[in-house]
């Protein structure tokens, strides 16, 4: 059974810092891996996706890494903002399904 | 339209009752998937459709029954539910099972 963990569970960094988010897997067999946000008692919003054939994805501000030989992803978010306030879940695709990390609840200080 | 809607966006019900959520998307998505979420924990998965067939039912109790009528839309029926039901119930679907997910907002539930 595929355990994700994620590490720092939170964390609290002050305006311009960059955030560094880890994302560690047992089972390197995944198709793919999705990086999501969640504000308090939302849904998730998609940030980046991943195909296991690659090693990084960039939007904006925001830069995810992939190392299935190792199993980590890093999702790395440049000159943080306090709109960046949220908690940050990893996923990976396997065996028909998504394994979810617990996530990393993250504030931004002004 | 790229997103998944979700009704009602909050629910409270009683243990005898018989309520329902509902889940659309206009993607031409053909997996969907039903997730509860307890506070602070991540999403668990319950159901799983794949052009509208139910391929996963994760030992999900009987008292949650879902139905996919067709492809544009996802249902959740809920009959005697137990406090420890309460939760958010989020609706996702995907191109394909490989594919990247796109979630609705959810619906919070609260079973009195």
């Known amino acids: 059974k595929q355990e994700v963990t994620q590490i720092p569970a939170a964390l609290s960094v002050p305006e311009g810092e960059n955030l560094v988010l880890n994302c560690s897997f047992t089972?390197?067999?995944?198709?793919?891996l999705q990086w999501f946000r969640q504000d308090p008692g939302k849904g998730l919003t998609s940030l980046l996706l991943i195909q296991s054939s690659q090693r990084e994805q960039t939007s904006g501000r925001l830069n995810a890494s992939l190392d299935k030989s190792s199993g980590r992803s890093t999702l790395y978010i440049a000159a943080s903002q306090p709109g960046d306030s949220a908690t940050y879940l990893c996923?990976?695709?396997?065996?028909?399904?998504?394994?979810f990390g617990k996530g990393n609840q993250v504030v931004v200080i002004p | 339209d790229t997103e998944v809607t979700q009704t009602p966006k909050h629910l409270v019900m009683g243990m005898t009752n018989k309520k329902s959520l509902k889940c659309e998307q206009h993607m031409g998505h053909r997996a969907m998937y039903w997730y509860k979420q307890k506070a602070k924990k991540p999403p668990e998965l319950m159901f799983v459709y794949s052009y509208e067939k139910l391929s996963i039912n994760e030992s999900v109790p009987s008292r949650f029954s879902p139905e996919c009528p067709n492809s544009s839309l996802l249902n959740l029926h809920l009959h005697a539910l137990q406090p420890e039901d309460s939760a958010l119930y989020l609706c996702a679907s995907a191109p394909g099972v490989l594919s990247s997910y796109t979630f609705g907002s959810g619906t919070r539930l609260t079973v009195v």
């Open positions: 089972d390197s067999a995944i198709y793919n």
């Open positions: 996923a990976l695709y396997g065996n028909n399904r998504l394994a």
